[in-house]
């Protein structure tokens, strides 16, 4: 039986025994948990036959891939998951420790259908979860997660014969091979890898000097205090911190991993800290001369560069902007065959004939280091300085509980939209539309423009802006943006500002 958290004290005989889960950890597509806070060692246990009885549910071959990141307590989640799933009666592939796009690419090296990977990602210290997916390179959904939860927290779990257990070692090192490939930098590139003492840790360092980088190391020890800083390369902490890296090295940039490998941030030559879109810009503008007439997904709080760009549009470009999240993302790029995604946060997702369309920071890496390669005779810094200019601000987070932010929100998409109807401006531009594919993106009649969301992954709502005039526009646009979600009383402080 399933217990709500409020049920189940921790330091008792109960905590010991039945599953506490608090419903908030069933996410949009995948699921999180403060451990043992929110969730027990018997909750992951359900969520583990849960998980399995929704594979029989669903007719999917009883195998699965499961892997944990480099948390102190990630081994003890991923063996009571894998309990679970056994009960189920599914056949569990355990491949050790691993990045998420390494168990994402062992559905492929082990021919599985199912993988659950075991990680909090780029949340600190303290949470725990897990990435899943039955149809890869695609992980869960709301329509998935929400059956999930429903079968756990009324314990429909069913217990089946046939469950079993296998370590498969070598995926790590076919996981690199597969990354590699036959590819050699043929100009010299000297990268500062930075970590953040996370699990990519044990995967960078040795993917760059396989590929001829020459590696400035940068928080490359494992170690899951984080002693540093939060491994997430979306943070401005991190992105300084590498920043710094590359003035005192002069490297030709730096290349930073979140938590679980999935996501990549980038800093160039002059220690500038290029956001994720306007990286993905960079990309896109290269792939488009090799893949010319190629479909791009950016979520909405990625630069209207995709659109707007005068040299994507050169090569018939198509911008799709969708939802945002790993999973949302995923979706879309396979739902109509785009050649890539790109996501503000860090997260790519490269197609085939690039890659095989999931999120890995280790891919995004290979693919700039190939960038770098095929334009000898620029820097990165010389590819930012020849995007369009434009002013944005970082991903900014204020707080909302998980039990109130979606109410927030719509609250908030509410009186964003009575400012369109009403004429009324925003940073002192005319508002030309408020697109609600996913909270609000407030669009201008410049271009410029600005977004409330809410998170799927934290208590938060997120804000993001842009404007292609000015830093004192971009100001302006927060401004009012801000002035809208004060008007909601439980939204507390951003957890970054610019």
């Given amino acids: 039986m399933t217990k709500p958290a409020s049920d189940v004290a921790q330091n008792t005989w109960d905590f010991l025994k039945y599953p506490m889960i608090t419903p908030t950890g069933f996410r949009e597509y995948d699921a999180r948990w403060k451990y043992p806070d929110e969730i027990n060692l018997p909750g992951i246990t359900a969520l583990g036959l849960g998980l399995g009885t929704q594979m029989h549910k669903r007719g999917i071959d009883p195998v699965i891939a499961v892997g944990n990141d480099y948390r102190d307590y990630s081994l003890a989640i991923k063996n009571a ?22 168990a994402y690419f062992s559905q492929f090296h082990l021919d599985v259908p199912a993988v659950a990977m075991v990680t909090a990602s780029h949340n600190p210290n303290g949470w725990t979860g897990v990435k899943m997916g039955f149809d890869r390179p695609l992980t869960h959904g709301p329509d998935e997660m929400s059956e999930l939860r429903d079968i756990v927290l009324s314990g429909e779990g069913v217990a089946r014969s046939g469950g079993g257990y296998e370590f498969v070692d070598g995926v790590r090192e076919a996981y690199l091979d597969d990354l590699a490939g036959d590819f050699k930098m043929t100009r010299k590139l000297k990268v500062v890898c930075a970590t953040g003492n996370g699990t990519a840790a044990a995967f960078a360092p040795a993917l760059f000097e396989r590929l001829g980088v020459e590696v400035v190391p940068s928080h490359i020890e494992l170690d899951y205090t984080f002693p540093n800083y939060n491994p997430n390369p979306e943070a401005m902490e991190m992105l300084h911190d590498m920043a710094n890296s590359v003035k005192a090295s002069g490297a030709d940039l730096a290349l930073g991993f979140d938590g679980d490998g999935d996501r990549c941030g980038v800093v160039d030559d002059e220690g500038e800290e290029i956001f994720a879109d306007k990286v993905g810009v960079i990309m896109a503008r290269d792939l488009a001369k090799l893949h010319p007439g190629a479909t791009f997904v950016a979520d909405v709080k990625s630069t209207g560069l995709f659109a707007s760009d005068p040299e994507l549009q050169k090569y018939g ?7 945002t999240g790993h999973s949302h993302m995923k979706r879309r790029v396979k739902e109509i065959g ?17 890659g095989r369309g999931y999120d890995c920071g280790m891919r995004v890496a290979v693919e700039i280091c190939k960038l770098m390669d095929r334009n000898p005779d620029m820097s990165m810094s010389d590819l930012r300085k020849a995007l369009p200019k434009t002013f944005s601000t970082p991903t900014m987070s204020p707080y909302c509980a ?31 539309e408020v697109v609600t594919v996913n909270g609000a993106r407030v669009i201008l009649d410049n271009g410029a423009w600005g977004l409330v969301r809410a998170s799927s992954n934290t208590p938060n709502l997120v804000v993001v802006c842009e404007s292609p005039e000015s830093e004192d526009e971009l100001r302006a646009i927060f401004s009012d943006v801000d002035a809208v979600i004060r008007t909601e009383p439980n939204v507390g402080d951003y957890d970054q500002t610019f």
């Fill in 402 to 432: 998980d039990t109130e932010k979606y109410d927030t929100l719509a609250k908030i998409v509410q009186k964003l939209a009575a400012k369109a109807k009403a004429g009324e401006q925003l940073g002192g531009q005319a508002i030309k």
């Fill in 317 to 323: 470009v198509k911008a799709d902007y969708w939802k």
């Fill in 81 to 102: 998951l894998v309990v679970g799933l056994m009960q189920a009666g599914i056949q569990v592939k355990d491949i050790g420790p691993a990045l998420s796009p390494m």
């Fill in 338 to 354: 785009a050649l890539a995604g790109f996501e503000k946060s860090g997260h790519y997702f490269l197609a085939e004939p690039i």
